[in-house]
């Protein structure tokens, strides 16, 4: 079990500053100079969950897609990663194996509530039946996905060859000369150096096999990539300085959340942040804010959605259970109400082709940036089942806009709960500082606006919010080539230096 070792991404990216120049082309020489022949083109890698992406930074707030690509080989590794990643540092990592996932959530919610209102003398007092009453239905809501989503977890765990460092090498070495290829048949660009975004749950020694997989495709990096979450901050300018960041990732197979405290924006202004009420010395004291924790939440991926939206249009359907009992499949009959879904809410379908073809630089800025209102969906969508039906003929199937809106809507609901319990215990027990800036959102599909609405539910409509949409793909790499263009320009500073002080000494 590779992910057995605590996760050891850099808790600040001031430390990731620090490892920038200890790269094979610019090290430091024995004579204290530097080797300035190869000065780094402004290029990010981000290493997702569902895509691999490329990005050049033209300037710190113009950026160049050079390629987005998915692998096969790619998403089973991180699949792989991942499900160790939820198995040993959630929650059987903190209860053992006492009991179901379900159990332990319940164990979880009760110690949460229990801390929370054990100071107050007063069983009747509001303040602890809506705590409790908030925990129970968190609870139902949760348990219910994480039902859903036991078919995903079951894909998840069938039979693959076990993971060696050895393997993951290899495998992510032919996964960069994927992406070099990509990129330069794109766009005409050759990748020969990038910082590197992975995902946050990757420890110490796979960020270090990460790195050297990538220089053995040719594509120089700095000593240590960086989590995807704190390169989305990294001195955007739509962040203000100082900010304190919560970082949501969603996808088809993921869903995760980590807050940045001080995550380095650029933007000037006052804080209006989301607290929950406290006096300013109690805001005021950052000391009770923890290392920048990354938690899964996996049971809120979106094919919990599909699986719950699927279970739920079978509950209305005898004809399709009885096609599931002769033998149609049932993760078949999951994409074709997946994909009924997409053409009743409007998305934008050619989300399921990025990674598959080639495109233009310009096409991923065209992909939907915001998601259609609920007034403007279809009524109702025939499934497209005719391949799929094995006995009979098929009678015709529908999937109704009641149908995806309760589904949607018992998500956002059960998100919102778990992202506002995860902001209130991330602090400490007696939920003393509260405090959430700014929010972004890592997705790599089309469903980004409900976790935009399980946001405003849980914290607030007014809190500034940035991605979360398909033409925000390439956030994450965008953020690690505007850090590899801070690195060149440092790099030409620091040699017009010393090319000066050289042409003094003469």
């Known amino acids: 079990m590779l992910m057995a070792r605590r996760s050891t991404a850099l808790p600040s990216i001031v430390l990731g500053l620090l490892v920038l120049f200890w790269s094979a082309p610019t090290v430091i020489a024995y004579d204290g100079s530097c080797d300035y022949n190869d000065i780094n083109e402004p290029i990010g890698i981000d290493l997702g969950y569902q895509y691999i992406a490329a990005s050049y930074a033209n300037s710190t707030t113009v950026f160049t897609p050079l390629a987005v690509v998915q692998n096969a080989e790619y998403r089973t590794v991180i699949a792989q990663l991942s499900f160790e990643h939820y198995e040993l540092l959630n929650l059987k990592a903190l209860y053992g194996d006492r009991a179901s996932v379900s159990g332990l959530l319940k164990l979880l919610l009760s110690h949460f509530a229990g801390d929370v209102v054990g100071k107050i003398p007063y069983i009747d007092h509001p303040y602890v039946q809506a705590v409790l009453g908030a925990s129970g239905r968190i609870y139902a809501h949760v348990s219910l996905f994480i039902r859903a989503a036991v078919s995903v977890v079951s894909w998840q765990q069938e039979p693959t060859d076990h993971l060696t460092l050895a393997g993951i090498e290899e495998a992510f070495t032919r996964i960069f000369t994927h992406l070099k290829s990509t990129a330069r048949t794109d766009t005409g660009t050759d990748i020969s150096f990038a910082i590197i975004a992975i995902p946050d749950f990757f420890n110490q020694t796979i960020a270090e096999t990460v790195a050297v997989a990538s220089r053995r495709a040719a594509i120089e990096t700095v000593a240590q990539p960086l989590p995807r979450s704190s390169l989305a901050s990294f ?156 006995y009979g003929s098929n009678s015709g199937v529908s999937l109704t806009r009641e149908m995806v809106e309760a589904v949607d809507q018992q998500y956002v609901e059960s998100l919102a709960n778990s992202i506002s319990v995860f902001v209130d215990t991330i602090q400490d027990q007696s939920l003393l500082n509260s405090v959430v800036d700014q929010v972004a959102v890592l997705t790599d599909w089309v469903d980004g606006d409900l976790v935009r609405r399980a946001v405003e539910e849980a914290l607030s409509n007014y809190l500034p919010l940035i991605g979360g949409s398909m033409s925000d793909l390439t956030l994450a790499a965008d953020g690690a080539a505007r850090l590899a263009l801070i690195r060149r320009q440092n790099l030409l500073r620091m040699q017009e230096q010393e090319y000066s002080i050289q042409y003094y000494e003469l």
């Open 235 to 390: 001195e955007n300018p739509d962040i203000r300085a100082g900010d304190d960041v919560l970082v949501l990732h969603q996808g088809i197979h993921h869903c995760g959340i980590r807050l940045w405290h001080n995550a380095g924006g650029t933007r000037t202004g006052g804080r209006k942040g989301f607290r929950r009420g406290y006096s300013d010395r109690e805001q005021a004291d950052s000391s009770l804010l923890p290392p920048n924790l990354y938690l899964s939440l996996d049971p809120w991926r979106m094919h919990a959605v599909y699986t719950g939206l699927t279970r739920k249009l079978l509950r209305e359907s005898e004809p399709l259970r009885t096609q599931l009992q002769v033998g149609a499949d049932f993760q078949v009959l999951v994409s074709r109400v997946t994909m009924a879904r997409m053409w009743l809410k409007k998305q934008d379908v050619r989300a399921m082709y990025i990674g598959t073809e080639s495109y233009t630089a310009d096409f991923y800025s065209t992909l939907d940036h915001a998601a259609v209102e609920p007034e403007n969906f279809d009524d109702e969508v025939l499934v497209d089942l005719d391949d799929w039906w094995v």
